[in-house]
């Protein structure tokens, strides 16, 4: 039977009478079973008995390259929609589609929703793009875009639900509606059901084959629960997920559900360091302006330097207020990784997830977060990335102490962290000093025990952070800057003795000449003052044992007194008149206690602050643009880390080993790099490599959410982050006890890098990979240091468990092989930090410039090979599965979402380069921004 080619325009005429499409009145519609976060309707196709295309003139007859369109029309719409399309098969007559239809929790289906399946034989599989999904019917592509119109079939969703089996077998009938030209079978697909029949008939011998656009959906986690919806819709958003079913090596079926979703967290993240930034600024140049009088020279440096802060605090503040104009934003695009007020947000921030029903194995989730490489777009890359550009500044810094005095970057940070512990620890300290008085005024002995117990701790604490020399050595330097301050020996920046290194800690050198001479500093002043304050602590101390004792003898007789020698007197004031006198014996110490400690941290903040006085004026206005630089890099890897952490805690929540492992070693977190060494990614590739591991200064630290706000906060300083995650209560309540107590947790960031693209290419041959090279070996020791602590301070009984199921120890071996044998384009090294990540319960991440092409084709390919390595994929169906995931899944929507184009942005001459498992399928790539 011949079937004349006909246009899109005459598809949908029989497919709803004319009536019933313009009917707009009230209906009462069937909602149809739903399960929480799930999708409410997926269904698999099949055709059977089709008939051949028009034979082409002077040609013998050829098997159709047979796709299907799946369109939709709700009871009260003017008409069909598209919504959806198989991948193509060819060379059967019968072609059995391994891709799906779904319809997510909140697409509006009913049991009167009605579905027409459209089988078109494509001619020409390299230009057959299949469209963006829910287009207007008559917006089908017209008879010259390659394909020609075979026949349709239509049915309602609730007579696919109440069949027989849920399947039905429709007649496939050309466009007037009169002649049968096959049949096509629909069946209902359940993840958590095993489908019947073997596998063991499908074509295999179809090279490049073609797969489809399956439908978007949402459904992050199916055995969740409804407790948990708010959680993870604080994280997740706009999911697109991709049906798939495929053979397993014994001809059975396995299930796949591709989803892919965007993070609120990559604007969250963004404003609260932004915010904290400016808070962190602003406290450091009130401390500048406080520092006092200073000789000209340094007054004049301050100046300068304050100018040149109020403008970067300026700027962030306005940075600050952008982004909060983007309200509901969850996406950074590729095409706007290079706008200012955009900076700070991660690039193309996805949580790529794929969910596998296989027959013989447990249903198993694999998360991956995808995400552009944290980098300064905006700032560029012609003078290098983060690493090249500190080494540099530090190079220069230290040859500058004519007019500064140089601090070494450990001592800079050690004055920081001091300053930040005395901001945080004074106002405590008054605080319990206080309650301390509130309860001598109550003449309450256990709360005063209490109190004066919390008083002492954080006293300890406020007076070891002065135990430093840099504190010392910071005060006599600052007194030669004062006018007519000179020392009597040249300070020493040193922190301690083991900081003695020559190149950490130069000779201090001062600008000497402009400063007038004076010979009365007292350098031990400071230890008089610092001491002061633990003297003042031991004496409230005493008073309160007095106080206690002497209450205990009047309420006993005396008989309980710790001092026998101080045994109450019927006429001692103290029982006289108890309120009164705790009070009035507590409060001139609480005072002078008070007094000593605003003597010190007055004297110790002007020193620090003069420390830092020391960097920003050295590094003008180098040191506040590097400042700005790491923070945009460091908030990109900080949004997706977080986004990590939260989805990789919600879905490992009731493993057991999983959270013991969690507050006891942390976690690793795995990021693979396809940067190349070569032109501006070799500065991207310098930026990643210093983001990544300024995470390390980063804990988090779980609680309990007392509503439905459950978004993350961040609290700290430049040098130290604590991220708080909100659990809803149920599962909060699953934690361990150290974990629900506060116990911070920590992460183990590891970069692994390899070019895989045509720059690559010229960097192996004609350039420098020593950076990805030395980046390799240093992530590498550092994975290998997680993997003895892990060993080492895990029970022996979870330790003895997984040795069995992992051989981390030779996967280690040969991870260190593979980077110690500096083979071109060893994708290999990628392949085994993934799996040594993921066996490690890790966090995985993949990177490329834009998150987009290169990501795309690792993504996958980790895909296709877990399904080979652990749920038996047939050998057979390796490449076609690849290709499926590549030319319809998610990625490729990933690629639209962008660009506005569903082409990777690859051409062929580039792919020439490419890995062979790293090249997308014909049709796919092309001309496209990136």
């Known amino acids: 039977m011949e079937i ?23 209906f009462q519609f069937t909602s149809i079973q739903k399960t929480p976060n799930e999708p409410q309707l997926e269904f698999i196709l099949a055709c059977r008995g089709k008939s051949r295309p028009a034979r082409d ?97 239509s049915f309602t969703v609730g007579e696919l639900l109440r069949s027989k089996e849920q399947l039905l077998a429709l007649s496939l009938r050309t466009s007037d509606g009169g002649k049968v030209v096959g049949t096509i079978e629909v069946s209902v697909v359940k993840m958590g059901e095993i489908e019947d029949g073997e596998a063991d008939h499908v074509t295999t011998d179809v090279q490049g084959q073609k797969c489809a656009l399956v439908c978007e959906c949402a459904a992050p986690d ?86 040149h802060c109020d403008q970067m605090v300026n700027m962030y503040q306005d940075i600050l207020t952008e982004l909060s104009k983007e309200t509901g934003s969850s996406f950074k695009s590729s095409s706007s990784k290079g706008e200012k007020t955009l900076e700070f947000v991660p690039i193309n921030l996805h949580l790529q997830r794929m969910h596998v029903h296989s027959p013989h194995l447990k249903d198993a989730l694999y998360d991956v977060i995808t995400v552009g490489a944290p980098a300064a777009h905006f700032q560029g890359f012609k003078n290098g990335g983060l690493r090249k550009l500190l080494h540099r500044f530090e190079m220069e810094r230290r040859n500058t102490g004519y007019q500064f005095i140089y601090y070494s970057p450990e001592n800079t940070a050690k004055a920081k962290e001091v300053l930040s512990n005395i901001n945080q620890l004074q106002p405590l300290i008054a605080t319990h000093a206080d309650l301390l008085l509130n309860s001598a005024s109550q003449h309450s002995p256990d709360s005063l025990k209490n109190s004066l117990k919390m008083l002492s701790e954080k006293t300890e604490l406020f007076v070891h952070a002065f135990k430093d020399q840099l504190v010392r050595s910071a005060l006599l330097a600052l007194y030669t800057a004062r006018p007519g301050g000179v020392p009597k020996k040249p300070p020493s920046p040193k922190s301690s003795a083991d900081d003695s290194c020559p190149q950490d800690a130069p000779p201090l050198v001062g600008r000497q000449d402009s400063i007038p001479h004076h010979s009365d500093y007292d350098e031990e002043e400071w230890d ?53 006198d705790w009070y009035e014996q507590l409060c001139p110490l609480i005072c002078a206690l008070k007094d000593c400690m ?14 830092l006085l020391q960097e920003l004026a050295a590094g003008l206005p180098q040191c506040l643009m590097l400042t700005l630089r790491r923070d945009v890099v460091f908030s990109q890897a900080l949004a997706g880390l977080v986004c990590g952490f939260i989805i990789k805690l919600h879905t490992s929540l009731h493993d057991p080993g999983f959270l013991q492992q969690l ?21 991207m590739l310098e930026d990643m490599a210093v983001g990544i591991s300024d995470l390390k200064k980063v804990a988090f630290k779980i609680i309990e959410a007392k509503s439905n706000d459950v978004l993350p906060v961040i609290t700290g300083r430049r040098e130290h982050y604590v991220v708080e995650v909100k659990l809803p209560a149920r599962m909060f309540e699953v934690l361990p006890p150290p974990v629900r107590e506060g116990q911070l947790l920590h992460v183990h960031p590891v970069l692994f890098n390899v070019g895989i693209n045509e720059q690559q290419t010229l960097a192996d041959r004609f350039g ?16 290998k240091e997680y993997y003895a602590v892990f060993m080492e301070k895990m029970p022996p009984d979870y330790i003895s468990h997984f040795q069995e199921q992992n051989d981390l120890k030779g996967l280690l071996e040969n991870l260190h092989q593979n980077i110690q044998a500096k083979k071109r384009k060893n994708v290999e090294i990628m392949w085994l930090a993934a799996t040594i990540c993921r066996k490690l319960n ?36 390796f490449i076609r599965a690849l290709d499926c995931m590549r030319r319809e899944g998610c990625r490729i929507e990933n690629v639209l979402k962008n660009v506005k184009c569903r082409k990777y942005a690859f051409n062929m001459l580039q792919l020439m380069a490419f890995p062979k498992y790293y090249r997308p399928p014909e049709g796919t790539y092309g001309k496209a921004d990136t």
Not at 850 to 865: G, H, N, P
């Open 663 to 683: 507050h006891t070693v942390g976690l690793v977190v795995q990021y693979e790099g396809l940067l190349s060494t070569y032109s501006d990614e070799i500065g």
């Open 222 to 307: 199916g055995g969740s629960g409804k407790e948990n919806l708010p959680f993870l819709n604080a994280v997740l958003k706009n999911p697109v997920c991709k049906l798939y079913r495929f053979p397993t090596s014994d001809n059975k079926w396995m299930r796949i559900r591709e989803q892919m979703s965007e993070s609120i967290l990559s604007f969250h993240i963004p404003k609260e360091l932004i915010s904290l930034h400016i808070k962190e600024d602003l406290c450091r140049n009130q401390e500048l302006k406080e520092l006092g009088e200073l000789s000209p020279h340094w007054d004049n440096l301050r100046k300068n330097v304050l100018t």
């Open 57 to 153: 003139r002077g040609r013998r007859p050829r098997e159709p390259k047979a796709v299907v369109q799946v369109s939709v029309a709700q009871p009260a719409a003017p008409g069909p929609t598209r919504y959806a399309s198989t991948e193509v098969v060819e060379g059967t007559r019968d072609p059995l589609f391994l891709t799906g239809v779904t319809f997510p929790s909140e697409y509006p289906i009913y049991e009167e929703t009605k579905i027409k399946l459209t089988v078109y034989d494509v001619k020409d599989k390299a230009h057959d793009t299949v469209q963006t999904s829910v287009l207007p019917e008559r917006q089908d592509p017209p008879p010259e875009a390659g394909r020609s119109f075979l026949g349709y079939a």
């Open 598 to 611: 605003g003597e010190v941290v007055n004297r110790a903040k002007q020193s620090l602050a003069f420390v």
């Open 528 to 580: 008089r003052v610092w001491a002061n304050v633990g003297k003042s602590l031991n004496c409230i101390i005493d008073m309160v044992d007095k106080l206690i004792a002497r209450d205990g003898a009047s309420e006993g007789g005396g008989g309980s007194s710790k001092d026998g020698e101080k045994d109450a007197s019927p006429v001692d004031p103290i029982t006289a008149h108890p309120k009164e």
């Open 4 to 26: 004349k080619e006909e246009g899109a325009s005459e598809e949908g005429q029989h497919f709803l009478p004319t009536p019933q499409a313009n009917d707009t009145g009230d």
């Open 768 to 783: 420098d990979v020593s950076l990805q090279e030395s980046i390799n070996q240093e992530n590498f020791e550092l994975l």
């Open 842 to 877: 890790g966090i995985r991440f993949t990177c490329c410039k834009s998150a987009k092409d290169r990501t795309s084709m690792s993504v996958t390919l980790e895909q296709c090979s877990i399904l080979r390595d652990e749920h038996q994929l047939h050998k057979d169906f």
